[in-house]
């Protein structure tokens, strides 16, 4: 006897499949990763007895946070933020992003290279007066010890 449910179930399967393949041949950019694993971690501590906005800014090429964060999300005093996976849909060597701490003035921690042990790293801005970062494991953390 014929099971027409998973005969029918089958060929739908098969048709979507065959969709799928024919839309990634005619368009190869439409299929993206849609959770792709993070390269590495980042976390920003505020070690300072004022709160404080952080920011991630896209100096160039292509990054993003996961979860995202948004614009002068509020760090507060002493406190340690989520920690973001950072994310290269075309991984490069261009690739370089910024963690923004802002209180009166802004200190900028610019990412332009990212490996265990071999960070490229410049802190630059009128509010550093104490900043610095440390790696643990694959995590990043970036901290402010005296923002002005």
Known sequence: MLN???LISGLIACVMISTVIQEAQANPSSLMIMDPAPHFYVQMENQ????VGISFQLNEGEAYLTPTLNNKTLL???????S???IFPKLSSQDA?????????DCAFKVEFFAPGD???TIAGLGCAGGGYSIDGHTLKLYISDIR
């Open 119 to 121: 960070p490229k790293i």
């Open 84 to 86: 973001y996976g950072v």
């Open 4 to 6: 027409y449910k998973g």
């Open 48 to 51: 300072t007895a004022q709160d």
């Open 97 to 105: 992003f910024s963690i923004v701490f802002t209180s009166k003035q």
């Open 76 to 82: 507060a005093a002493h406190q340690t933020s989520y």
